[in-house]
């Protein structure tokens, strides 16, 4: 049980990461779009 919480955890951090770097590089695209 202690080992299955753990690998959750990892997943749910792993998941925030991906989440972070699609928006900054939503708002590159955008700031990009702005300039041009």
């Known amino acids: 049980m202690k080992m299955k919480k753990k690998k ?6 792993i998941r ?3 989440l972070k ?3 900054c590089s939503l ?3 955008i700031h990009d779009l702005c300039n041009h």
């Open 16 to 18: 925030k990461v991906n």
């Open 8 to 13: 959750f955890t990892a997943s749910v951090s």
């Open 21 to 23: 770097e699609c928006i």
């Open 27 to 29: 708002g590159y695209w």
